[in-house]
């Protein structure tokens, strides 16, 4: 994946504090860096964005400091009905915006994998579509 130049930096910085979700993230964007090796990243102040070239997945911390893990979030073509997703919605038709609460590596598998690929798959179409 493409990384700014103060990758480390802003993300040891945007992780502060919360060594069990830095530990989570790089496990997961290690994951997704050897399955997707053409994305970028971009660290903001409220998530971490995954592009290629347009957003498809994002990275958060849980709203409750009390809370642990990383939350993933993904755009979708489909309402997925899981037990894996805290939240859905549909902010506009044909687009269902996913929560995934990611509390320990055993949240890093396979099937979030899929939906990974399915939703950088799905940022794709719509760039076609919009042309």
Not at 7 to 25: K, N, Q, T, V
Not at 99 to 114: C, N, R, V, W, Y
Request: aromatic letters at 10%.
């Amino acid at each position: 994946m493409t990384l700014p130049e103060r990758y480390s930096e802003d993300i040891l910085f945007f992780f502060a504090g919360r060594p069990d979700a830095l530990e989570l993230y790089e496990a997961l964007f290690a994951l997704m860096d050897a399955r997707f090796p053409d994305c970028s990243v971009k660290v903001q102040k409220s998530q971490i964005s995954f592009y290629s070239p347009r957003l498809f997945a994002m990275v958060s911390l849980p709203r409750r400091k009390s809370e642990l893990g990383i939350v993933l979030t993904l755009g979708l073509s489909r309402r997925l009905d899981s037990p894996r997703v805290s939240v859905s919605t549909e902010p506009y038709h044909g687009r269902w915006t996913h929560h995934f609460p990611i509390m320990d590596k055993s949240g890093l598998d396979a099937e979030l994998l899929e939906l990974i690929a399915e939703a950088l798959t799905f940022s794709r179409e719509k760039r076609r579509c919009k042309k």
